[in-house]
């Protein structure tokens, strides 16, 4: 029991107090909570595979959004990670692919470009018929630096039109609440009425 | 996916935001944090069991409190909750067995003496060579009710003392910030210096 609780208080936002909760919780409803926790866990452990076009998670390879023919297959999203890809998903705007580079560049951590796989991004591209690439990585430093590294080598690339999304104001934020990286960028990029 | 992430969320304390961090964390990890959770989960599905003796849950029955023979036979702790019975071994401050009611008395909710199995508490209390009984409940109102209607039971057994928390300022309490009731309390049970 002490066992399990420790590994649920690994779980991310996660502590020993909530773990506590949650454990006592299952062990309440074993019937109706545990047992098909364990076993949707298991088919999740047993089926997830990376998809070996898009390095998407799914129970298939290619991932059901790399088969969906009612997709688009010229526009390419390149994201950080699977958890941006589903944000993505959720917002139900894109309707093309994606690419999931796992990671950014980080001198400090030591990724370099083929720890993301860069090189089998641009085979993508060169490949299939793209014509944009979005560029959809975090607005943070590392995030940058890898969309101005990819978008260099795709120089060579000249057809393709690269993109990246608009940083601004939040929907419903206040100015006075806003940091002031975020106010300046929205200033800066000011669009006519 | 979708599922095991609906499954999630609905744990005590997480929503979909937590859950689809954990599942991805879990997607992740593969090797070092889902299938070793899944190895203990599964252990606790099979072999938890509720303690005949006092209720509690444990991999055997009696449980490992129970049957520990350093522990004192002549106090017993009624507590509302395994939960509780968790808290108060983590203080390590009682060492005699414990006694899970499994919640309080409730008229709102329907909870009458029988659900709580206070006939077999009164049983343990005569057969047992128990001198005083602990309402460590909690101090709420159900938990009041619930000890004053133990304590009422117990009358007929004029030997064994029966006791309850004290209840006053928590450590670290600072008065400004507590509620009148428990500041109520702390004055009138207040005790010489």
């Known amino acids: 029991m002490d066992k399990l609780i420790?590994?649920?208080?690994?779980?991310?936002g996660l502590g020993p107090r909530s773990a506590?909760?949650?454990?006592?919780?299952?062990?309440?409803?074993?019937?109706?909570?545990?047992?098909?926790?364990?076993k949707q866990l298991q088919y999740v452990a047993e089926h997830?595979?990376?998809?070996?076009?898009c390095r998407n998670v799914d129970v298939h390879d290619p991932c059901s959004i790399c088969?969906?023919?009612?997709?688009?297959?010229?526009?390419?999203?390149?994201?950080?990670?699977?958890?941006?890809?589903?944000?993505?998903?959720?917002?139900?705007?894109?309707?093309?692919r994606y690419h999931v580079l796992g990671g950014t560049l980080s001198a400090l951590e030591g990724r370099r470009p083929e720890h993301l796989g860069i090189d089998h991004l641009m085979m993508r591209v060169r490949d299939e018929p793209i014509e944009?690439?979005?560029?959809?990585?975090?607005?943070t430093a590392d995030?940058?630096?890898?969309?101005?590294?990819?978008a260099e080598h795709m120089q060579t690339m000249p057809h393709i039109r690269i993109t990246r999304l608009a940083q601004g104001i939040p929907v419903g934020g206040e100015l006075d609440y806003l940091d002031e990286g975020t106010l300046g960028t929205a200033f800066q990029s000011r669009l006519p009425l």
């Open 143 to 150: 995030g940058h630096t890898t969309a101005h590294y990819i």
């Open 6 to 12: 420790a590994l649920v208080s690994k779980l991310p």
């Open 20 to 38: 506590r909760r949650i454990v006592l919780h299952m062990l309440r409803k074993r019937d109706t909570v545990l047992v098909p926790l364990i």
């Open 48 to 53: 997830a595979k990376t998809c070996s076009l």
């Open 132 to 139: 944009e690439v979005i560029l959809a990585l975090n607005a």
């Open 67 to 96: 088969t969906d023919t009612t997709r688009l297959t010229n526009v390419l999203c390149v994201v950080e990670d699977i958890g941006d890809l589903w944000a993505l998903e959720r917002s139900r705007l894109f309707k093309g």
